[in-house]
């Protein structure tokens, strides 16, 4: 099994110091979790933060140099040699940040891609076993068939940093020439340093909230009973079961 | 809990001044059936155009983030367009009207992520609708970016401000903005448009599209859910907490099983080793992405409270109406949590 990550470079959002992504991290993680041949790919020039990414468990990145749109290059470096396994992040942090690369990649190389991958399992007759995480916890099994991009899920298991391994990474430039493809069709506008804005502060369960004072326990319990079933918080009662 | 509503002077709204007849707005609405024991329902037969919505309800209720998802569509659509949500999940005409869509397209619930796209596109292809509009969240988020890259649509994720006329959003590593018209595609973060507050739409009912064939190269199984205690504490949907006002953890341990709710706790309790330090709530603890928080003898300190920002209901007992818990909670039961903890189990227990 041979696997590629693909690595964006990419800053830290609070000090704009160089940093890989924690979905790209993560990326290395699960394909380390698989075995075999394990690779850095990135579209650019090489840039510190992939020695940085490299230093969890990658021995070299290729940078393919020169190119114009990141997905074309990528396609072309895919397809010239495919590996078994696509790897990339949730989300690119020092650029368009979208995340819409691997999709875009995906639909271009028509290979199958799922997001959200905290866990890659055994592969049996070109189906590759993985789980998804959801949202509060919940987690779905699936099969995909290889080859595939996998987007791994933030919080899927980061390998440990090995200073080392940063160190003696090697970050092979190959040059290639760029090929004019729809590639990202991009968003114009105006742009300016980023504002933080609140959110809108949600008021539970729609206005003032209701105080109760003093009920006796039996009157408290019914009606913490029939607000937790009312927020679907609790299952419905069963046939027969006293008042509603 | 509800602001209690004033029907005559939402009828009277509706109406031309002075007169009986009700308002017809410039796309050729009209408020219908206003009766006086019936709500205002705004129908609308031929809007400009068309902003879609795609609104998850997976067990059945819009939560919050699907409704503010309607609302950007809403805020997308202004006076003239219509909203037309595609909904996954399950949930009536009635609630997506309320939270303001116009007409409701069923989806296949049981289809995977490879032929969303294409039933999503089936589904849009009779509206062709000026935006798209899809909550930022696993599933949500998964799909806006596979419809832009099957139909070649740009796309702009994690929206943070949105106005009919500009949508803002961060790049380059959460240090820079920018802002442009809105794209065909767009995700919504949570918290960020607020929902429709407006007067209910028809939400009517429209043919589901036909069922694409499935291309054989995924298999998606059922979502498996985390039992209660086996959810990271930041990512558990129900949380029960216990403050200094709880003595009796028999007794709480024992409901928040029978609720199936993940245990949390104040830093006193965890201080004093009556909870693991993995329970506490707060600042210095963990912040919640709960969608009820039920907090038993728990003051509401500011520290506290900082792990309550993304919950959406809170639940207080307590037996001080003055704490700062009680202003920021949606129910509030002044009472001694020994007392209400056993009254509760055995009530559900009488349940079965
Ligand atoms: C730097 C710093 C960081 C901190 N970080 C955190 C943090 O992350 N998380 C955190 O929780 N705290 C944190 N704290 C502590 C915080 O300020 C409060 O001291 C703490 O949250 C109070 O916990 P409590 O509400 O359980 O206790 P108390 O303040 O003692 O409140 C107990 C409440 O229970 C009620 N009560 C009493 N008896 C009963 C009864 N029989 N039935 C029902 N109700 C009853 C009382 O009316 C009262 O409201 C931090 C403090 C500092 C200085
Ligand atoms: N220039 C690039 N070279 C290689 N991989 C990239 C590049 N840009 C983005 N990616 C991958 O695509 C993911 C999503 O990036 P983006 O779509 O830019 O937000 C990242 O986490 C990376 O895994």
């Given at each position: 099994?041979?696997?590629?990550?693909?690595?964006?470079?990419?800053?830290?959002?609070?000090?704009?110091?160089?940093?890989?992504?924690?979905?790209?991290?993560?990326?290395?993680?699960?394909?380390?979790?698989?075995?075999?041949?394990?690779?850095?790919?990135?579209?650019?020039?090489?840039?510190?933060?992939?020695?940085?990414?490299?230093?969890?468990?990658?021995?070299?990145?290729?940078?393919?140099?020169?190119?114009?749109?990141?997905?074309?290059?990528?396609?072309?470096?895919?397809?010239?040699?495919?590996?078994?396994?696509?790897?990339?992040?949730?989300?690119?942090?020092?650029?368009?940040?979208?995340?819409?690369?691997?999709?875009?990649?995906?639909?271009?190389?028509?290979?199958?891609?799922?997001?959200?991958?905290?866990?890659?399992?055994?592969?049996?007759?070109?189906?590759?076993?993985?789980?998804?995480?959801?949202?509060?916890?919940?987690?779905?099994?699936?099969?995909?068939?290889?080859?595939?991009?996998?987007?791994?899920?933030?919080?899927a298991p980061a390998p440990p940093f090995v200073f080392d391994r940063a160190r003696?990474?090697?970050?092979?430039?190959?040059?290639?020439?760029?090929?004019?493809?729809?590639?990202?069709?991009?968003?114009?506008?105006?742009?300016?340093?980023?504002?933080?804005?609140?959110?809108?502060?949600?008021?539970?369960?729609?206005?003032?909230?209701?105080?109760?004072?003093?009920?006796?326990?039996?009157?408290?319990?019914?009606?913490?009973?029939?607000?937790?079933?009312?927020?679907?918080?609790?299952?419905?009662?069963?046939?027969?079961?006293?008042?509603? | 809990?509800?602001?209690?509503?004033?029907?005559?002077?939402?009828?009277?709204?509706?109406?031309?001044?002075?007169?009986?007849?009700?308002?017809?707005?410039?796309?050729?609405?009209?408020?219908?059936?206003?009766?006086?024991?019936?709500?205002?329902?705004?129908?609308?037969?031929?809007?400009?155009?068309?902003?879609?919505?795609?609104?998850?309800?997976?067990?059945?209720?819009?939560?919050?983030?699907?409704?503010?998802?309607?609302?950007?569509?809403?805020?997308?659509?202004?006076?003239?367009?219509?909203?037309?949500?595609?909904?996954?999940?399950?949930?009536?005409?009635?609630?997506?009207?309320?939270?303001?869509?116009?007409?409701?397209?069923?989806?296949?619930?049981?289809?995977?992520?490879?032929?969303?796209?294409?039933?999503?596109?089936?589904?849009?292809?009779?509206?062709?609708?000026?935006?798209?509009?899809?909550?930022?969240?696993?599933?949500?988020?998964?799909?806006?970016?596979?419809?832009?890259?099957?139909?070649?649509?740009?796309?702009?994720?994690?929206?943070?401000?949105?106005?009919?006329?500009?949508?803002?959003?961060?790049?380059?590593?959460?240090?820079?903005?920018?802002?442009?018209?809105?794209?065909?595609?767009?995700?919504?973060?949570?918290?960020?448009?607020?929902?429709?507050?407006?007067?209910?739409?028809?939400?009517?009912?429209?043919?589901?599209?036909?069922?694409?064939?499935?291309?054989?190269?995924?298999?998606?199984?059922?979502?498996?859910?985390?039992?209660?205690?086996?959810?990271?504490?930041?990512?558990?949907?129900?949380?029960?907490?216990?403050?200094?006002?709880?003595?009796?953890?028999?007794?709480?341990?024992?409901?928040?099983?029978?609720?199936?709710?993940?245990?949390?706790?104040?830093?006193?309790?965890?201080?004093?080793?009556?909870?693991?330090?993995?329970?506490?709530?707060?600042?210095?603890?963990?912040?919640?992405?709960?969608?009820?928080?039920?907090?038993?003898?728990?003051?509401?300190?500011?520290?506290?409270?900082?792990?309550?920002?993304?919950?959406?209901?809170?639940?207080?007992?307590?037996?001080?109406?003055?704490?700062?818990?009680?202003?920021?909670?949606?129910?509030?039961?002044?009472?001694?949590?020994?007392?209400?903890?056993?009254?509760?189990?055995?009530?559900?227990?009488?349940?079965?």
């Amino acid at each position: 099994m041979r696997s590629v990550v693909l690595l964006s470079g990419g800053i830290d959002p609070v000090s704009g110091r160089p940093a890989p992504p924690a979905g790209e991290i993560a990326a290395i993680g699960l394909a380390l979790s698989v075995g075999g041949a394990v690779g850095g790919l990135h579209a650019g020039a090489p840039v510190p933060a992939l020695r940085q990414a490299a230093g969890h468990g990658l021995e070299q990145v290729d940078c393919l140099q020169g190119g114009g749109d990141a997905v074309a290059v990528l396609a072309e470096a895919l397809f010239a040699a495919p590996p078994d396994l696509v790897l990339a992040g949730r989300q690119a942090r020092g650029g368009e940040d979208s995340g819409m690369l691997p999709y875009l990649l995906a639909e271009r190389l028509d290979w199958p891609l799922l997001s959200g991958v905290v866990a890659i399992g055994a592969t049996a007759e070109g189906w590759l076993a993985v789980t998804i995480g959801l949202a509060q916890g919940a987690r779905r099994p699936a099969q995909i068939r290889l080859p595939c991009i996998l987007c791994a899920h933030d919080a899927a298991p980061a390998p440990p940093f090995v200073f080392d391994r940063a160190r003696r990474a090697v970050l092979r430039v190959v040059p290639v020439t760029g090929e004019e493809g729809p590639g990202m069709v991009a968003v114009e506008g105006t742009e300016r340093p980023y504002r933080a804005r609140p959110r809108l502060i949600g008021t539970a369960s729609g206005g003032g909230g209701t105080v109760l004072e003093h009920p006796d326990p039996a009157e408290a319990a019914r009606v913490l009973r029939d607000h937790l079933r009312a927020l679907g918080m609790l299952a419905p009662p069963r046939e027969g079961a006293a008042d509603a | 809990m509800r602001a209690r509503r004033d029907p005559r002077a939402e009828r009277a709204r509706c109406l031309v001044p002075g007169g009986a007849r009700p308002r017809l707005a410039r796309a050729g609405e009209a408020v219908v059936g206003a009766g006086p024991r019936e709500r205002a329902v705004i129908s609308i037969e031929a809007p400009a155009f068309w902003v879609a919505v795609v609104v998850e309800a997976p067990d059945g209720r819009l939560d919050r983030w699907a409704r503010q998802s309607v609302g950007a569509a809403r805020v997308l659509a202004g006076a003239e367009g219509g909203v037309v949500a595609l909904l996954a999940g399950t949930a009536g005409g009635d609630a997506l009207g309320e939270a303001g869509a116009d007409r409701v397209v069923p989806l296949d619930g049981g289809i995977g992520p490879d032929a969303m796209p294409e039933m999503m596109l089936a589904a849009l292809a009779p509206f062709v609708p000026r935006h798209v509009v899809l909550a930022e969240t696993p599933a949500g988020g998964d799909w806006a970016r596979r419809l832009a890259a099957r139909a070649g649509w740009p796309i702009q994720t994690g929206v943070e401000m949105l106005s009919a006329r500009q949508a803002i959003r961060p790049v380059g590593g959460m240090r820079r903005e920018r802002a442009a018209a809105p794209a065909r595609v767009l995700t919504l973060p949570r918290d960020r448009v607020a929902s429709h507050g407006g007067t209910r739409r028809e939400g009517r009912w429209c043919p589901a599209p036909e069922r694409p064939a499935d291309r054989g190269r995924m298999r998606v199984g059922p979502v498996v859910t985390a039992t209660a205690a086996g959810i990271p504490l930041a990512e558990a949907p129900f949380v029960m907490a216990a403050g200094q006002g709880v003595v009796d953890f028999e007794r709480f341990h024992a409901l928040s099983r029978l609720l199936g709710a993940t245990e949390g706790a104040s830093r006193v309790v965890c201080d004093a080793g009556l909870m693991p330090r993995a329970a506490q709530v707060g600042a210095s603890g963990t912040v919640l992405d709960a969608r009820c928080y039920l907090a038993f003898g728990i003051a509401g300190a500011p520290q506290h409270l900082q792990g309550l920002g993304k919950v959406e209901h809170v639940v207080a007992v307590n037996t001080d109406l003055h704490a700062a818990i009680v202003a920021r909670a949606g129910l509030s039961i002044i009472a001694d949590a020994q007392a209400v903890m056993p009254a509760l189990l055995d009530l559900l227990r009488e349940e079965g």
